[in-house]
């Protein structure tokens, strides 16, 4: 039987990049968001689940800039595992929780697009699902 645990869902200030790099500053805000929360919400049951919304990562600038889809491909859009993947698995490990995160994501054998993939890493830190969104929200949704 699985032990009770609380699960949180973090609500952040998230800022749009431009560039895969900028992606660090929106992580470095959300580790420091897990820590309060995993300190605040442990207090009768420990936190095993930590739940991230979309956009968390990147932002929604491809959509709102109407930013051309293979210019954000190649530049802001991360790899599943990557540099990313790795910075949350580092927190799963940390607070020995399971992540769940979505971002804009290339396919490794699809060139120069990108996908919305929501995605889950166990508490060593490892990526153990990823999901393709199939039905985009036209006409905005690039991915």
Request: hydrophobic share 45%.
């Amino acid at each position: 039987m699985i032990k009770p645990y609380t699960a949180v869902g973090l609500i952040p200030t998230v800022r749009g990049i431009r560039t895969r790099a900028d992606i660090k500053r929106n992580l470095e805000h959300l580790s420091h968001l897990v820590k309060a929360a995993a300190w605040l919400s442990s207090l009768d049951l420990p936190v095993k689940l930590i739940a991230f919304p979309e956009g968390a990562l990147q932002g929604f600038n491809d959509e709102v800039l109407d930013l051309d889809h293979v210019t954000f491909a190649r530049e802001c859009a991360i790899d599943i595992p990557g540099e990313e993947t790795d910075a949350l698995g580092k927190i799963a490990r940390a607070y020995d929780s399971f992540i769940i995160a979505q971002a804009k994501a290339r396919h490794p054998e699809i060139k120069d697009r990108f996908f919305n993939v929501g995605f889950i890493l166990d508490p060593q830190g490892e990526v153990i699902l990823q999901h393709y969104k199939v039905s985009p929200l036209f006409p905005v949704e690039h991915s």
